[in-house]
């Protein structure tokens, strides 16, 4: 077998890091067989590598072709960008040097949903033509989309109007490795950002970081407000500063630390098929929610098929009839859930707990139970009603 090429940052263009994580040959976490397809399924590295030069968590090889997505928004995303919206205009982030309301927006979206321009329309913003710099830009999860992140960012900073601002979301490295989240990597992920790096990111194409947002969706997502460097406006400089400061103590750029994402793959993927045979050794029935992408990597480097796990339930009709690609789950409709009245519903995502509980309340009201695995498998303490004699 062929040794790796040598990786090559794709935002400073170094070739001096390392592999941090490396989960071998994996499927692409976007391609869902239709459920007949027999496969054999294609295979590709998957790994992250972390830049020593800019300290950039790259996908270091991705010979995948992206395909449609076809993901439901969860509620947990929807109330996360309104609380953000609020906060920014809150911070005096919607009006202009001049202290004029802004009136244009440009978002670059992501594959996966979540645009933010109802939300900005409601508050008085109008999508710009594309021939036009924007008074605010807003990226969220889109960034990480792009193979070439010099591009990427550049393009983004085009987009600003001079005295625009510009807003960046992510899901921090730091969070990823504090959570052992190491099912976020996956082919059409290119980049993986901490605060200290993104900010500096920014610094090289003139933009300053202005304002530090952290919010606890993924377990830790921050948006950063930025604007270019000597431009007069609001700020928050301690709240940037902090949030560096509390990254770079906590070994973001230490590959040593990165690593450590190794062994969690290895711990929550044999807890999740120790769980399950457990249960299937004691009778218990089971089926999953949520066919993320992070649930592919999940269920192959556990091998857990359908022998494990009969089905996983999505709000996504696009995903219904198909299958997890690699080990052969089927995904169903949501309304499977309740019909089978299942002994355990395993969550593949952490924040959709709360709105999976209060659209199937059937789920505990018949004695069954949900397990969050993402990645660490938990129980989830049972729902006590109140007022209730």
């Known amino acids: 077998m062929p040794s790796p ?3 090559t940052c794709r935002w400073c263009g170094s070739t001096d890091g390392s592999v941090v994580l490396d989960l071998g040959d994996q499927p692409a976490a976007d391609h869902f067989p239709a459920a007949d397809d027999p496969g054999p399924d294609p295979v590709h590295p998957l790994r992250m590598w972390l830049c020593a030069q800019c300290g950039l968590g790259n996908l270091a090889e991705d010979p995948t072709t992206p395909e449609e997505p076809r993901g439901a928004e969860p509620a947990a995303m929807v ?13 005096g982030l919607l009006a202009g040097p001049d202290g004029a309301p802004r009136r244009t927006v440009t978002e670059f979206g992501s594959p996966h949903g979540g645009s933010w321009l109802d939300l900005l329309a409601a508050v008085g913003l109008t999508e710009a033509p594309s021939s036009e710099p924007a008074d605010v830009v807003v990226d969220c999860f889109g960034l990480m989309h792009a193979a070439d992140q010099t591009a990427g960012l550049a393009e983004r900073a085009a987009a600003t109007a001079p005295g625009g601002t510009l807003l960046l979301q992510f899901h921090s490295l730091a969070a990823i490795v504090a959570d052992g989240g190491w099912n976020a990597l996956r082919h059409g992920h290119f980049a993986y950002y901490s605060t200290p790096v993104l900010v500096r990111m920014l610094a090289a194409v003139g933009f300053e970081a202005t304002h530090a947002f952290w919010f606890d969706l993924y ?7 930025a604007r270019r460097s000597g431009v007069p406006g609001p700020a928050d400089v301690p709240s940037v500063e902090g949030l560096v400061t509390r990254e770079l103590e906590a070994g973001v750029l230490d ?8 062994a969690a793959t290895a711990a929550s993927a044999d807890a999740l098929r120790a769980h399950l045979a457990e249960g299937a050794e004691a009778g218990r029935s089971v089926i999953g929610y949520a066919a993320a992408s992070r649930a592919v990597p999940l269920l192959n480097r556990a091998r857990i098929g359908p022998d494990l796990l009969p089905a996983v339930a999505d709000g996504s009709p696009g995903k219904q009839g198909r299958r997890f690609p690699g080990v052969g789950v089927p995904i169903v409709a949501p309304d499977e859930v309740v019909r089978r009245r299942p002994d355990e519903v395993v969550l593949f995502v952490t924040d959709l707990l709360g709105e999976m509980r209060s659209r199937m309340p059937e789920v505990e009201s018949s004695g069954g139970r949900w397990v969050v695995v993402d990645p660490v498998v938990k129980v989830a303490d049972p729902v006590h009603e109140t007022g209730v004699s």
Do not use: F, H, K
């Open 219 to 225: 377990g830790g997502t921050v948006l950063l407000a």
């Open 5 to 7: 090429q040598p990786v």
């Open 255 to 262: 590959p040593a630390v990165v690593a450590g994402l190794d």
């Open 79 to 91: 109330e996360q960008a309104r609380d953000a919206v609020a906060r920014v205009q809150a911070a």
